[in-house]
């Protein structure tokens, strides 16, 4: 509630800020947003009333202000951004409801694995697939276009965490001889290295860094928790570092993304043009940012509300803004951290921690590429940036969250024999003789 309230006075301000008037249609806006978080409350006290109470509130605070920049600078985005809230509110509810223990969707693994490869392929199919900005990641179904990997990013990382949960102690325990030493027997890891290995392709197929980026990194990060060894982080690093360099070589868009990071001066009238003037949004807003409203140069930045959303808080909010978006994104993800640490199973506790993965790098990935820390790879800022594919699955990777916090919560009230906790399990009698 004090997030829908948050964005409704972000939102006044804006209007105030911009055409000095506060927006006629104030009314409907404040209940459709009253009305969405009764209804995720609501869902919460009676699907999961013990879930961590701070990831949805963050979540929905991240995506009002996002709302917000959005409103400001592209109206006609701002209204199909609404719609998607809802269709997420929708599908988070939804996942609740069927979800209702996740030890439950790791009876499916491979049918997951088989759903995340026709996810992921689907761009690739002729006449389905869609070629925007050079990157093929997009499909038009009946009408209706998204991007499958955003759901088969969430779909591989459980397929992951049910894979790495089973083989932990082969992949942790040396049980290989070789001479006098035992190593790492390298056969468990075989078909997991593939599946990884195919997803990589197939998404360098469809020309996207940002998004093999993320796998990559998911994969690594889940399995050096499933195992704890620094061994796993070392290879990991070493063979990013010679897949850069390679892609580098043979993608014309990674040697591109590169050379924009490394000098986009060259190109500022071209491929430069929009990393350079979000970088003259940010340092137009200096530290306590124009206000709301006030903002100038934002408006000539290239996809403003979906890549460079970042500079558009920036310049308006200034340091101030854009640090509260950063200190959000830390407490979420140690939130979600939180969620895997008090996990029921090694299962649920790899799921939670891949999701949090997930939401928190991909964020870090493109807040570090506005801010030349990176390369820029052009994928959305989870919640705050426009995108329905995002949004949506976002909501359900924050229903899963809260579902294992629910789980967690529920057997620490419990005693081991089921009772309640605090109360004496009751002892049988000793055996006769």
Excluded at 140 to 169: N, T
Excluded at 207 to 221: P, Q, R, S, Y
Excluded at 348 to 373: N, P
């Amino acid at each position: 509630m004090l997030s829908s309230l948050a964005t409704a006075a972000l939102y006044v301000i804006a209007s105030l800020g911009a055409k000095s008037r506060i927006p006629p249609h104030i009314g409907p806006f404040l209940a459709v947003l009253v009305g969405l978080s009764l209804a995720v409350h609501v869902a919460n006290r009676w699907l999961a009333p013990q879930a961590n109470p701070v990831i949805l509130p963050l979540a929905a605070l991240l995506n009002g202000l996002g709302y917000v920049v959005i409103a400001r600078w592209n109206p006609a985005f701002a209204k199909a951004q609404a719609g998607w809230v809802a269709i997420g509110a929708g599908l988070y509810v939804l996942t609740l409801l069927v979800v209702r223990r996740t030890r439950d969707l790791d009876r499916y693994r491979y049918l997951l694995l088989l759903a995340a490869v026709v996810l992921m392929l689907a761009p690739l199919v002729p006449k389905v697939g869609l070629n925007i900005n050079g990157a093929r990641l997009w499909v038009r179904v009946l009408g209706v276009q998204f991007q499958p990997v955003e759901i088969a990013k969430v779909v591989l990382c459980i397929f992951f965490a049910s894979y790495f949960a089973e083989k932990k102690e082969l992949l942790s325990i040396p049980t290989a001889r070789i001479g006098n030493r035992l190593v790492l027997d390298p056969r468990p890891l075989l078909p997991i290295v593939l599946a990884w290995g195919f997803a990589m392709l197939v998404i360098a197929a469809e020309n996207d860094i940002g998004f093999a980026m993320l796998i990559f990194t998911l994969f690594i990060t889940m399995l050096w928790v499933a195992t704890g060894r620094a061994t796993y982080l070392v290879v990991g690093v070493v063979i990013f570092a010679v897949g850069a360099v390679v892609a580098a070589h043979l993608f014309g868009q990674v040697h591109q993304r590169i050379s924009i990071w490394l000098d986009p001066w060259k190109t500022i009238t071209g491929s430069g043009q929009q990393l350079a003037y979000g970088w003259f949004s940010l340092g137009h807003g200096g530290v306590g940012g124009t206000g709301l409203g006030q903002g100038i140069l934002s408006g000539q930045v290239p996809y403003l509300t979906s890549d460079m959303i970042l500079a558009g808080i920036g310049e308006e909010m200034g340091l101030m803004g854009t640090s509260v978006v950063v200190i959000a994104y830390v407490l979420l993800v140690g939130a979600g951290l939180h969620v895997a640490q008090r996990a029921r199973s090694d299962f649920s506790r790899l799921v939670a921690t891949g999701l949090t993965a997930i939401l928190g790098f991909q964020a870090f990935f493109i807040m570090a590429g506005v801010l030349r820390l990176l390369p820029f790879t052009g994928i959305t800022l989870p919640f705050v940036a426009y995108g329905g594919s995002s949004l949506v699955t976002n909501y359900a990777v924050v229903a899963l969250l809260l579902r294992i916090s629910d789980e967690a919560a529920s057997a620490g009230t419990s005693s081991p024999d089921g009772g309640p906790a605090g109360v004496p399990a009751r002892r049988s009698p000793p055996l006769p003789g």
